[in-house]
T-cell receptor
Framework: DAKTTQPNSMESNEEEPVHLPCNHS???????IHWYRQLPSQGPEYVIH???SNVNNRMASLAIAEDRKSSTLILHRATLRDAAVYYC?????????FGAGTILRVKS | NAGVMQNPRHLVRRRGQEARLRCSPM?????VYWYRQLPEEGLKFMVY????????ESGMPKERFSAEFPKEGPSILRIQQVVRGDSAAYFC??????????????FGPGTRLTVL
């Protein structure tokens, strides 16, 4: 399975945008980039996914580099409820391979 | 539309006992996945099932662990003769489509197993 690299942790102020980076230099042409997050004591929650083009949904935006070797999850206005571990996952097939993720802390 | 349901939410077993974890997928979903999260570690894939079929069990320990998803009823993850190292949170997820790379997996709240 192709690997992803994320910072261990990041901190943000409430109501400010957050950019969570992910490197995936060994991505293959058919790998989809998925983002999930896990709030404390809960199961993971789908955030967004994409292949080549940037994607937007009600939760976040996903910016994918032209060479696809990196991507950025953008939370437009962080709230305290967004404090979680964010996982960037390359998916090619049926299973999610979770890395360590990025712990996002949001300060009020 | 109810989400993925798992029960029990908390399960305590003594070493050597059996643990049965249940997962009811979202309505209309026919694909179920089990993941395990050991304390202070990330989530690890265990097994992927469709109705009455195990599709991928590459993450299942070779002994004591089994999974099923019968035609009727919930998916069951069964751990025989539990040991302390089995203490973990077990998450079930379901998806509606073909187990493809575009499928969103919807996770349940997990079952937290504690082995005394």
């Amino acid at each position: 399975d192709a690997k992803t690299t994320q910072p261990n942790s990041m901190e943000s102020n409430e109501e400010e945008p957050v950019h969570l980076p992910c490197n995936h230099s060994t991505i293959s042409g058919t790998d989809y980039i998925h983002w999930y997050r896990q709030l404390p004591s809960q199961g993971p929650e789908y955030v967004i996914h994409g292949l080549t083009s940037n994607v937007n949904n009600r939760m976040a935006s996903l910016a994918i580099a032209e060479d696809r070797k990196s991507s950025t999850l953008i939370l437009h206005r962080a709230t305290l409820r967004d404090a979680a571990v964010y996982y960037c996952i390359l998916m090619n097939g049926n299973k999610l391979v979770f890395g360590a993720g990025t712990i996002l802390r949001v300060k009020s | 539309n109810a989400g993925v349901m798992q029960n029990p939410r908390h399960l305590v077993r003594r070493r050597g006992q059996e643990a049965r974890l249940r997962c009811s997928p979202m309505k209309g979903h026919s694909h179920v996945y089990w993941y395990r999260q050991l304390p202070e570690e990330g989530l690890k894939f265990m097994v992927y099932l469709q109705k009455e079929n195990i599709i991928d069990e590459s993450g299942m320990p070779k002994e004591r662990f089994s999974a099923e998803f019968p035609k009727e009823g919930p998916s069951i993850l069964r751990i025989q003769q539990v040991v302390r190292g089995d203490s973990a949170a077990y998450f079930c997820a379901s998806s509606p489509q073909w187990g493809a790379s575009t499928d969103t997996q919807y996770f349940g709240p997990g079952t937290r197993l504690t082995v005394l």
